[in-house]
T-cell receptor, first 114, second 115 residues
Framework: DGGITQSPKYLFRKEGQNVTLSCEQN?????MYWYRQDPGQGLRLIYY???????QKGDIAEGYSVSREKKESFPLTVTSAQKNPTAFYLC?????????????FGEGSWLTVV | AQSVTQPDIHITVSEGASLELRCNYS??????LFWYVQSPGQGLQLLLK??????LVQGIKGFEAEFKRSQSSFNLRKPSVHWSDAAEYFC?????????????FGKGTKLSVKP
């Protein structure tokens, strides 16, 4: 079945480490997104990419980096510069420019700093 | 700046009772609005969406929402709640000038269902 796969589901990071969250989609969508979710805060946009080899910062990009070398993949790296990385991270994809289409979300990844 | 407000952080209803979750948005033009549901530790599932046309939108699982431009609201309703509806509900709007997935979310309303 088509969908978005995020891995790992649970990840633990030590202080000062960089970690990378994987997001893969087989929906043939051009646009992909990363959101962060904190309790009581809703979802906030970290980065998005509307086409391969191009991406833009969202509302809370500091301390994060992304790449978009392939259409189906949009990994997120949480760097040591991110002061409070413990959160639930959600990846999403859509067809850009067609506002009537649905945005699909993955099942999320939990990141905890230990 | 654009924003989405869900005034109720937590709502408890009895099974079989009706439900209304409130959502208010700030937006100058015609908004593109969504309601999502999230079970604990899971991703988001789309319940319904509004882009234009009929202001009463039907969604999955028996949910509906009504767009009221005069009140800047997009409230979610269900006539009879089931225990399986217990979850967190998010209202979202497409960011002005943004692409489809560039959403601004409310902070969510957690729904508990009493037997």
């Amino acid at each position: 079945d088509g969908g978005i796969t995020q891995s790992p589901k649970y990840l633990f990071r030590k202080e000062g480490q960089n970690v990378t969250l994987s997001c893969e989609q087989n929906l043939n969508h051009d646009a992909m997104y990363w959101y962060r979710q904190d309790p009581g805060q809703g979802l906030r946009l970290i980065y998005y990419s509307q086409i391969v080899n191009d991406f833009q910062k969202g509302d809370i990009a500091e301390g994060y980096s992304v790449s978009r070398e392939k259409k189906e993949s949009f990994p997120l790296t949480v760097t040591s510069a991110q002061k409070n990385p413990t959160a639930f991270y959600l990846c999403a994809s859509s067809i850009p420019g067609t506002r009537g289409n649905t945005i699909y979300f993955g099942e999320g990844s939990w990141l905890t700093v230990v | 700046a654009q924003s989405v407000t869900q005034p109720d952080i937590h709502i408890t209803v009895s099974e079989g009772a009706s439900l209304e979750l409130r959502c208010n948005y700030s937006y100058g033009a015609t908004p593109y609005l969504f309601w999502y549901v999230q079970s604990p530790g899971q991703g988001l599932q789309l319940l319904l969406k509004y882009f234009s046309g009929d202001t009463l939108v039907q969604g999955i699982k028996g949910f509906e929402a009504e767009f009221k431009r005069s009140q800047s609201s997009f409230n979610l309703r269900k006539p009879s709640v089931h225990w399986s509806d217990a979850a967190e509900y998010f209202c979202a709007v497409v960011r002005y000038g943004g692409s489809q997935g560039n959403l601004i979310f409310g902070k969510g309303t957690k729904l508990s269902v009493k037997p």
